[in-house]
């Protein structure tokens, strides 16, 4: 069945200037449009449903499909208290005790993703937070098997995706 969004397919770039601002932005060559774009880095948690259902490939997959290079990336087990100050957003709502208690259940792969836009973009093909409201295509229709146990994590914003990172990487982690 074809999906409902339309995923971009890879593109062919090559780097302009290597050099990486404090925004982890940088500029990029489009070879065939001979235009010249800026790219973002965004955060990503395969989560422990993820995990343990085996689909970390699948998931990079679809993600790399979508255009988004993966420039970092590391299993790690969620300590409770990276899991509490990652969440610390949320800490008032009723929830928040759960969340934590999911996210150190199990291992998760952080990731640094980059790419044209790509705080929108992984939002796009991650899908609604309830898979049954999330397009066709998108990892949440695909493999989230509930709201609580959506597969993965996105940053909301180019400001949050950096703190984000900051919080798992340093920058001689991420291969640009």
């Not at 597969?151 to 291969?175: C, K, M, R």
């Given at each position: 069945?074809?999906p409902a969004i ?13 050099r ?7 500029r990029?060559?489009h070879?065939?449009t001979?235009q010249?774009?800026?790219?973002e ?6 989560k ?31 300590t409770?208290e ?8 949320h800490?008032e709502?009723p929830?928040f005790?759960?969340?934590v208690?999911f996210?150190?259940?199990g291992?998760?792969v952080?990731q640094?993703?980059?790419g044209?836009?790509?705080?929108a973009k992984?939002r796009?093909v991650?899908?609604?937070?309830n ?10 229709k695909?493999?989230a098997?509930s709201v ?5 994590h996105?940053?909301d914003?180019?400001e949050?995706a950096?703190l984000?990172?900051a919080?798992f ?5 991420i291969?640009?």
């Amino acid at each position: 069945m074809a999906p409902a969004i339309s995923l971009p397919r890879k593109r062919n770039f090559r780097a302009c200037d290597a050099r990486v601002s404090p925004a982890r932005t940088r500029r990029l060559f489009h070879r065939q449009t001979g235009q010249t774009m800026a790219t973002e880095r965004t955060f990503s948690i395969l989560k422990p449903d993820a995990t343990r259902r085996n689909l970390t490939g699948a998931v990079n997959a679809v993600i790399e499909e979508a255009g988004l290079r993966i420039v970092a990336q590391r299993r790690i087990r969620m300590t409770k208290e990276q899991a509490e100050k990652f969440y610390e957003v949320h800490k008032e709502r009723p929830f928040f005790g759960e969340l934590v208690s999911f996210m150190t259940s199990g291992p998760v792969v952080v990731q640094v993703l980059e790419g044209e836009n790509a705080v929108a973009k992984y939002r796009e093909v991650m899908g609604a937070t309830n898979p049954a409201q999330a397009a066709e295509g998108t990892i949440r229709k695909r493999f989230a098997e509930s709201v609580g146990e959506n597969t993965v994590h996105g940053s909301d914003s180019a400001e949050n995706a950096n703190l984000e990172i900051a919080q798992f990487f340093q920058d001689s982690d991420i291969a640009a």
